[in-house]
């Protein structure tokens, strides 16, 4: 019933046949994208029912009483769903006429005459259909943000970016609707951009709704995403390919993607902002520190800037998976290794830092400590290199209340626009209710400090 994504890692059951004698697995074992594979139980047979070369597979679809699988997903640039068993073929037909998003059907009644299918849009929220499958014909129910759907918003166009080293980088770019008239995401002149970088690293970005897309497009940014080396759901080597290259080759692939933009004449080379949070806000600290020359401005949430460090103050609950860490990041336990880490860490060159540079932080972060965001903020006041500190008492790893995470997007918001030059909004009521702290570079940002006065 339903699409099964598989948790952990990319090898996990989806599921049993109606005899109970053969399992479903999503499996990568012995193999680079992870297949979808049947194992009889009594004689140990396998047999790989479908595989994508570029991208694992993600979810399938089975039938809700006979439980054979009728088709299944992968990811590469967009959700695709392979037809296995023919008699589904009219459905997936018709319902891929519905909506322009990624399909999913999520329910279906035991006689399978109706199904429930969402629709992922990315310039909307997500929509709901009971689909009634004798008469061919689905009705909308609900979606899931009703406020977002009366707004203009933008488009989110997948694209392929080459490496310099040859690889495929999959990337989402969003422009702010009325610069693509054309829907072909080139817009009539260079815009400013923001390279919004995912966090992980061992994560993906996708295609779809996503609200900081969406925000700084409504600005007049250009917005970037890349599924960089050592992202996931592109197969295990290109997984893999990201080990030991924290501020090596995965930065080098954000770089592939910027000069993408700018030789495509989508970014204004001099307005290139960087940001992202966790992994993607320590490629902000590496950005300002390592290609100082290419990034206008920096927004860095709860990112690392001290790899030894950071490695050393993992929460204990951590401590089965430390090999993981050494083996992708570096090892902290050696002399070579202590090296290696303060050569791959941004706060070994914070002198480098030109440009204007904005950290969140949550003083409860178990994963990257506050200490990781103080130490890169005095070293840059020993060195007299302005920075803006933000610093709530009460978030973690994510900023997980609704009036923190307003507060800090609306200092960005100010932020970015005296660097790029975009649109933004006063301040108003929304620090209210917040825990926000700015201990140090208030009065870098246009009319902050008298909003923290209030």
Request: aromatic share 10%; proline share 6%.
């Amino acid at each position: 019933m339903g699409s099964h994504s598989c948790l952990t890692g990319t090898t996990g059951p989806v599921g049993f046949d109606k005899t109970g004698q053969v399992l479903y697995m999503i499996d990568s074992r012995g193999r680079d994208t992870a297949a979808l594979m049947s194992t009889d139980l009594k004689t140990g047979e396998k047999k790989v029912l479908f595989a994508n070369p570029r991208a694992d597979v993600s979810g399938i679809m089975m039938h809700p009483t006979e439980k054979t699988i009728e088709a299944v997903a992968s990811e590469y640039m967009r959700v695709d769903w392979k037809i296995l068993d023919a008699s589904i073929q009219p459905d997936i037909g018709y319902l891929k006429t519905v909506a322009d998003g990624d399909m999913d059907v999520i329910g279906r009644s035991l006689d399978d005459r109706t199904w429930t299918v969402q629709y992922v849009m990315d310039d909307g929220p997500v929509r709901y259909y009971l689909y009634d499958r004798p008469a061919k014909k689905a009705r909308f129910i609900f979606t899931n943000r009703q406020e977002l759907e009366e707004l203009k918003l933008s488009k989110m166009h997948p694209v392929s970016v080459r490496s310099r080293d040859g690889k495929t980088l999959i990337c989402y770019l969003t422009l702010p609707y009325w610069t693509d008239a054309g829907g072909d995401g080139h817009p009539a002149e260079p815009l400013p951009m923001v390279l919004w970088v995912h966090g992980g690293p061992r994560a993906r970005d996708a295609w779809g709704y996503s609200p900081y897309h969406q925000w700084l497009a409504n600005r007049g940014y250009a917005v970037l995403s890349v599924n960089y080396r050592g992202s996931t759901g592109f197969g295990k080597s290109f997984t893999n390919a990201g080990n030991l290259e924290w501020a090596g080759k995965m930065h080098d692939d954000l770089i592939d993607a910027v000069s993408w933009a700018v030789e495509s004449k989508i970014a204004r080379q001099d307005k290139v902002a960087i940001a992202g949070g966790s992994y993607g806000g320590y490629a902000t600290l590496v950005g300002l520190t390592f290609t100082p020359e290419i990034f206008a401005c920096g927004v860095d949430v709860v990112g690392p800037s001290n790899l030894q460090t950071l490695l050393e103050t993992i929460p204990p609950y951590w401590a089965p998976v430390l090999t993981l860490f050494t083996s992708r990041v570096g090892d902290h336990r050696t002399e070579e290794g202590r090296k290696f880490l303060a050569s791959r860490s941004p706060l070994t060159y914070v002198d480098r830092i030109k440009k204007p540079l904005l950290i969140g932080q949550g003083a409860n972060d178990p994963h990257v400590k506050q200490s990781e965001a103080d130490q890169i903020v005095e070293a840059m006041q020993e060195k007299n290199i302005p920075v803006t500190y933000v610093l709530y008492a009460d978030e973690g790893h994510v900023f997980a209340r609704p009036e923190n995470r307003l507060s800090f997007n609306a200092i960005a918001d100010l932020f970015l626009a005296e660097q790029l030059g975009g649109r933004s909004e006063p301040i108003g009521s929304d620090f209210e209710g917040s825990s926000i702290t700015v201990p140090t570079g208030a009065e870098q940002i246009p009319t902050l400090k008298d909003a923290l006065g209030r």
